[in-house]
């Protein structure tokens, strides 16, 4: 089986037994994590990253858990959120950090 994951869609490809052809599924991509908040932040400030949707988990790149993450430093944070179902998806966000005056 072949999988292919594109923005919106999902490709499966299965090769029949008795050759010859391919049969291809295509069907929506599973639901959307969205990640909301301030990305720009002036030096010293903070900003609080939330994880809008219907998930039970949540496991953000520097090993925090939870819906939602305190930020103070410039970076990607990427968040992985599993359903009920146990399906995991992933979104991530750049957070930059200015000299405001």
Do not use: H
């Amino acid at each position: 089986m072949l999988l292919l994951n594109l923005p919106g869609r999902v490709f499966s490809q299965n090769q029949p037994k008795s050759g010859g052809g391919v049969a291809v599924t295509i069907g929506p991509r599973g639901p959307v994590v969205t990640i909301s908040g301030v990305t720009e932040i002036c030096k010293g400030g903070e900003t609080t990253l939330k994880v809008e949707g219907d998930f039970e988990s949540f496991t953000w790149n520097n090993g925090n858990t939870g819906r939602y993450l305190k930020v103070k430093e410039e970076g990607v944070y990427e968040v992985s959120a599993k359903t009920k179902g146990g399906c995991t998806y992933t979104s991530s966000v750049v957070v930059r950090v200015r000299p405001c005056t």
